[in-house]
């Protein structure tokens, strides 16, 4: 347990997909400022996309679509809650970076023309880029990192942020999860991409790491940027996706969509007219498979053959390439059998929704030196690509901010205080493995805070995660790998809290099934065209309060503003 | 508080006669992300220590020899 002291400029926390990005564009354009990039697990293989990606989400290309386009598309999906600003700041740099990353040797879909083949996915434009080779983003990642000389230390699980006595952001404290090392970072400014809490709720599989997102990725960033006082939003808007049921992976709607793909209900009828992935499209899925037609399946036995293995090459491939495996497991081929779909396990993430740290459009929290990126931060359905351009963002701005400044001053009582909290379950004699204390709070959260929406269940809820914090002060690790999983079950209870306090708090519902309250059921746009934030209270406790939607850059029309929730097929299309 | 020891299968699966850890390898360690591969001292060969394992496949494809079979988990199959 000995300490082991380090002090940089610029701290990248995460070595996924925005964190990289910062680290990089940082060392790019001060090239004499130390950069340390850290991870969990190993920057090489780390993240959302360690095996790859299948295709860019939200590609704005000239001539495909604009940034007003984008924005105003992406206002719509999520009921007018948005700062617009934020996600224009990733529409104008989004064809910048493409034309980056494939100068690097991504590969991304082209026609015979050379020009990047957009497909049209979501509701109202075209959005989506293929990446058929997707499968090397990480290795040509990495690759720049080394060329920009950017320092990387792998397994180190940072469990709190360092605030000095100005407020302003002082570094980081973390465990190395091998040598169970407590290791102290200070820092000028530091930049959290630690990705989505994809550790909140439990798959109905049962199985604690067969979930959708990566998961490394356990909501470590929320709990830190909480616990260091920044405002964190939209918590109540839970990230939910429909997925291969079982497996829990992607289908993938952005695969498959363009090749004749589509989702079906029991009786092969199509019922939503758009597979983008929204809270309203959730809502429908959800319908089909609790009503009378469920259940509910991705549709492609009537492709062709020559589509099928077009498809398979992708999705058997890049980004979760066991999807084969699975399928032959259970004798399933896309070309006779439907695939049984279901309802994910809840999780946070702006990424995919928009439930993260908030920034604002230059990647900076609310903590003076501190930014977010990729899908910890609250910038809606930015996906890979927008975490990389925020990951810019953060990593340029960052070498602004701390031009002249020393580091802030450290605090040793709170150095000597997360030491104590770090290695009380390895110094305890016996006591509850931490594994099992995460499988009984998330099989909680999925009792209590899976929508719909209930307020007694999460107030009921809240009562029982009070039970399993005092568990964590019972958990017993054997090693340094189980210190690792116990520091991950206090930032999951921190994530479920905050996701229920900022559920009870937005007393209507809004974004289709993200937010679906049986006994608030309409949107009250009088009372909750807002965002809900939350942060730490004098207290101790999380309190939420409303900050106002900026006003928007792209006016959205009144016969624009509801075209989400009109996803439904008005009568049955033959399949 | 007495515990009891749990048993699972593995579904990452090591050929020992193909795993050349025992010659300095690490690579299938140190990529996986859920870090659950370890060095079996004994043998000088890679296993799976923990089952937390997200069927996600670095160390399959990494491993310069070939020598990890990843299966889908037990309870997912």
Redesign the interface.
């Given at each position: 347990m000995s300490t082991r002291e380090q002090t940089v400029d610029i701290l990248v926390i995460g070595g996924g997909t925005a964190g990289p990005i910062a680290a990089i564009k940082a060392k790019a354009k001060a090239p004499h400022l130390k950069v340390l990039l850290l991870d969990k697990?190993?920057v090489?293989?780390?993240g959302a996309i360690?095996?790859g990606m299948d295709s860019v989400n939200n590609a704005v290309i000239p001539g495909h679509a604009t940034p007003e386009q984008y924005v105003k598309e992406i206002t719509i999906a999520n009921d007018g809650i948005v700062n617009q600003a934020a996600i224009n700041a990733y529409a104008v740099r989004s064809h910048d970076m493409i034309r980056e990353l494939d100068s690097w040797g991504v590969k991304f879909e082209k026609d015979e023309t050379g020009d990047y083949a957009v497909k049209k996915v979501h509701h109202l434009g075209a959005y989506v880029l293929p990446m058929p080779e997707g499968y090397n983003v990480k290795k040509v990642i990495f690759k720049q990192l080394r060329k920009q000389g950017v320092a990387v230390s792998?397994?180190l699980t940072t469990t709190r942020l360092l605030v000095g006595s100005d407020g302003r952001i002082a570094g980081a404290m973390a465990l190395d999860?091998?040598s169970g090392e407590f290791v102290v970072i200070r820092a000028k400014a530091v930049v959290l991409c630690t990705g989505a809490a994809g550790r909140l709720g439990l798959p109905s599989?049962?199985?604690?790491?067969?979930?959708y997102e990566?998961?490394?990725n356990a909501g470590d960033g929320y709990s830190m940027a909480y616990h260091a006082g920044a405002e964190l939003s939209g918590l109540e808007c839970f990230q939910i996706n429909p997925l291969i049921k079982?497996?829990?992976g992607p289908a993938c709607a952005y695969v498959t969509g363009p090749f004749g793909g589509y989702t079906v209900n029991a009786k092969g009828e199509r019922f939503i007219k758009s597979d983008y992935w929204s809270g309203q499209m959730m809502l429908e899925f959800w319908r089909e498979l609790e009503g009378g037609n469920g259940p509910v399946f991705l549709k492609l036995d009537h492709l062709a053959d020559e589509t099928v293995t077009k498809i398979e090459n992708v999705l058997h491939i890049t980004e979760?390439?066991?999807r084969g495996?699975?399928h032959e497991?259970?004798g399933t081929d896309y070309r006779t059998d439907l695939v049984e779909m279901h309802i994910s396990e809840i999780g946070l993430c702006g990424g995919h929704s928009a439930s993260g740290v908030w920034v604002d459009e230059h990647a900076r929290t609310t903590v003076p030196g501190l930014y977010a990126a990729g899908d910890l931060c609250n910038v809606a359905h930015n996906y890979m690509l927008g975490a990389m351009v925020f990951g810019q963002i953060a990593g340029e701005d960052a070498v602004d901010f701390i031009a002249d400044k020393e580091p802030a001053e450290v605090d040793a009582a709170a150095v000597a205080a997360e030491r104590e909290r770090i290695f009380a379950p390895l110094l305890r004699e016996?006591?509850?493995?931490p594994t099992q204390v995460e499988y009984k709070l998330r099989r909680l959260v999925n009792d209590y805070l899976q929508p719909p929406k209930v307020t007694r269940k999460m107030l009921i809820g809240l009562q029982r995660f009070a039970e399993i914090r005092a568990d964590l002060a019972?958990m017993?690790a054997e090693n340094p790998?189980e210190l690792?999983r116990a520091m991950e079950a206090h930032a999951i209870l921190d994530c479920a809290e905050l996701a229920a306090a900022a559920s009870l708090y937005r007393t209507e519902s809004r974004w289709g099934l993200y937010h679906y309250r049986t006994d608030y059921p309409e949107r009250d746009d009088a009372e909750w065209f807002h965002f809900v934030q939350v942060k730490k209270g004098n207290d101790g406790r999380p309190q939420c309060f409303k900050r106002a939607v900026p006003p928007y850059l792209y006016p959205i029309d009144a016969d624009e503003r509801d075209a989400y929730d009109q996803l439904r097929v008005d009568a049955p299309l033959a399949a | 508080?007495?515990?009891i020891q749990n048993r699972n299968i593995a579904s990452v699966i090591v050929d020992a006669d193909k795993c050349i850890a025992d010659k300095g390898c690490r690579v299938c360690i140190?990529?996986?992300?859920?870090?659950i591969l370890v060095l079996d001292p004994a043998q000088g060969k890679v296993r799976m220590?923990?089952?937390?394992?997200?069927?996600?496949?670095?160390c399959e494809?990494?491993c310069p020899t070939k020598a990890i079979r990843?299966?889908?988990?037990y309870?997912?199959?």
């Open positions: 697990a190993n090489k293989r780390a360690a095996e792998n397994r999860s091998r599989s049962g199985y604690l790491f067969g979930t990566n998961p490394t079982d497996y829990n979760r390439p066991t495996l699975f497991g259970r016996e006591g509850i493995p019972q017993k790998h690792m | 508080m007495p515990s140190d990529v996986c992300p859920t870090d220590a923990y089952d937390e394992c997200w069927y996600c496949l670095p494809h990494d990843v299966e889908i988990p309870l997912l199959r």
